[in-house]
């Protein structure tokens, strides 16, 4: 083999399996998959591994493979043999996939970051500086004997290697662009299993009474009580929670009713649902609208309000103008995707409303402009203007009042999809990824980003509300608090290492002008 790439390991440690966990979780990767792969083992060294190629000869196929290489080198410096390493375990057909997904037996390492540089390509002839990595491995400690205490390995010399990977793997997998607060919930609902709280060591059952189904939405009334909707369940519908020591009571005592939005406006609380409109005052139902009273459709699945108080009632039929006076305007016809699942209304009145296929935005003058694209999670709109657009192809976009193209938000990339947006209060942007990772927004910058760190998995994250400076997240697994005092000592606390999440952080982001 040519010595035309050069790569040094250094070792940083070796940890149990919580604290190898932690540090995952702190780089930003997926903790119900990290945690059901870090399960594998009791410990793990956990290595920094820098390469860099100048010929690309083929001789490897991809990152993957580079990095077993060097993972084998470094086996081999720490006492092991060759045949001991995944680099043989991979030449002799044991590794079935060279994304890392092996077997029981065979599970050598987690990819927990990675940093990867494209070069520039010289004469294919005389090779040339082509693409360099800097990767960090988690493997199993009993792998690699002896390699505690080692602060370093020898630099490995291989043959070369093709273009390790593309700019998307890169974006997906490289160093986070903030510090990442590690936080822990104290309050989370779960559907069948109950009502639990944290007590700083585990979750204590407060009460099993709690609503069936999957959450779709929560609001809060004028007096502060809580409610859920609840979808999909044998007794779906709304719910409300008066205290965290009290057991939920059912609203809505009728035939089962799939929970889809809710709204507090006009002293009232409204709650769509998929057999209409309801009009709650004071926990009693008031009216009931459908589309004999002039609804676009039966199944309501998303609310907001317009500046003159005029409610958005989107249906799965299209949407309706409720005013405070006079009738309703329903519009079937022009929009985009005519169920209308989410709707965000900016402060200048224009509405943006979205399905499955794209959006369609509704300008204050009534006209309809249809843009065609994937699904949209989210609406967000913004106190400058701008409405923030979350879809679920793994990009974030802003448009600017008016406008039906704007501008995507690379910055929101390292981080995954965005799945649910709000404002506050005080007027900070908070969002939840699909992961489960928060992110708080402050002056076109990331503030802060916490990950929780005390429950299994947030994955399947769908909204994020903000109240009384609690945050809460509705997941596929239920609902939990994080209150404003856990996010405070999490931020005083500073990030969970320097060396882990570095300092270049703080990463604005703006509409281009373009």
Same mark, same amino acid.
């Given at each position: ?19 190898? $966990? ?15 792969? $870090?399960?594998?083992?009791? %410990? ?29 080198? =470094? #086996? ?11 680099? /043989? %375990? ?12 092996? /077997? ?29 990595? %800097? ?27 093709? !273009? ?13 662009? &903030? ?12 559907? %069948? ?24 939405? #929560? ?26 020591? #009290? ?21 009232? $609380? ?15 139902? !008031? ?10 459709? @039966?199944?309501?699945? +998303? ?48 509405? &943006? $409303?979205?399905?499955? @296929? ?31 657009? =979350? ?22 990339? =390292? ?31 990331? +503030? ?42 999490? !931020? ?23």
């Amino acid at each position: 083999m040519s010595d035309m790439l050069s790569a040094s390991i250094v070792h940083h440690g070796t940890f149990d399996t919580p604290e190898a $966990l932690r540090r995952c979780l702190a780089r930003g990767n997926n903790a119900s998959s990290a945690t059901d792969f $870090l399960q594998r083992a009791d %410990r793990w060294a956990e290595f920094e591994i820098s390469a860099f190629t100048t010929h690309p000869d083929g001789r490897c196929g991809s990152s993957e493979e580079l990095l077993l290489r060097l993972l084998a080198d =470094a #086996m081999v410096e720490a006492g092991a043999t060759y045949q001991d390493t995944p680099l /043989d %375990r991979h030449y002799e057909g044991q590794l079935w996939d060279m994304s890392f997904k092996v /077997d029981h037996e065979t599970n050598i390492l987690w990819l927990a970051e990675l940093d990867y540089t494209p070069g520039e390509p010289v004469d294919e002839s005389a090779g040339g500086e082509d693409d360099a990595v %800097r990767a960090v491995v988690l493997c199993p400690a009993h792998l690699v004997p002896g390699v505690e205490g080692e602060r370093s390995f020898t630099s490995a010399s291989w043959g070369g290697a093709l !273009r390790l990977d593309d700019e998307g793997r890169s974006h997906r997998n490289q160093r986070k662009n &903030c510090r990442v607060h590690l936080v822990q919930a104290n309050t989370w609902f779960k559907r %069948r299993e109950g009502l639990k709280t944290w007590d700083g060591a585990a979750w204590q059952l407060v009460t099993a009474d709690v609503p069936d189904g999957t959450t779709a939405d #929560m609001a809060w009334d004028d007096a502060g009580d809580l409610y859920v909707a609840t979808r999909w369940g044998a007794k779906a519908g709304l719910y409300r929670l008066t205290d965290e020591g #009290m057991p939920y009571v059912e609203v809505i005592k009728k035939k089962t009713v799939n929970g889809e939005a809710l709204l507090n406006t006009r002293g009232a $609380l409204w709650f769509g649902t998929d057999k209409g409109l309801f009009e709650l005052v004071g926990g009693e139902v !008031r009216e009931k609208l459908t589309t004999r009273q002039g609804l676009a459709g @039966n199944k309501v699945q +998303a609310l907001d309000l317009l500046p003159d108080g005029t409610m958005v009632v989107g249906t799965a039929g299209g949407f309706t103008l409720l005013p405070t006076e006079g009738e309703p305007e329903t519009v079937k016809k022009g929009l985009q995707d005519k169920s209308v699942k989410t709707l965000g209304v900016s402060a200048g009145g224009t509405v &943006c $409303l979205a399905g499955y @296929n794209g959006f369609t935005i509704r300008s204050p003058d009534g006209s309809l402009t249809k843009r065609s694209g994937a699904e949209v999670y989210d609406i967000v709109p913004l106190a400058d203007g701008t409405t923030l657009i =979350a879809s679920n192809v793994e990009y974030t976009e802003l448009i600017a009042e008016g406008r039906i193209y704007g501008a995507m938000v690379r910055v929101f990339e =390292a981080y995954d999809s965005v799945a649910g947006g709000c404002v506050d209060g005080e007027g900070v942007l908070w969002l939840v990824t699909w992961p489960g990772l928060i992110l708080r927004i402050e002056a076109g910058q990331i +503030a802060d980003a916490f990950q929780l760190t005390n429950v299994v998995d947030v994955g399947a994250a769908s909204a994020i509300h903000v109240h009384d400076g609690d945050v809460w997240i509705i997941a596929e697994e239920g609902i939990h608090r994080i209150p404003r005092a856990a996010l405070d000592e999490a !931020r005083s606390r500073g990030a969970d290492s320097r060396e882990v999440v570095g300092e270049d952080h703080l990463k604005p982001f703006q509409l281009s002008e373009e």
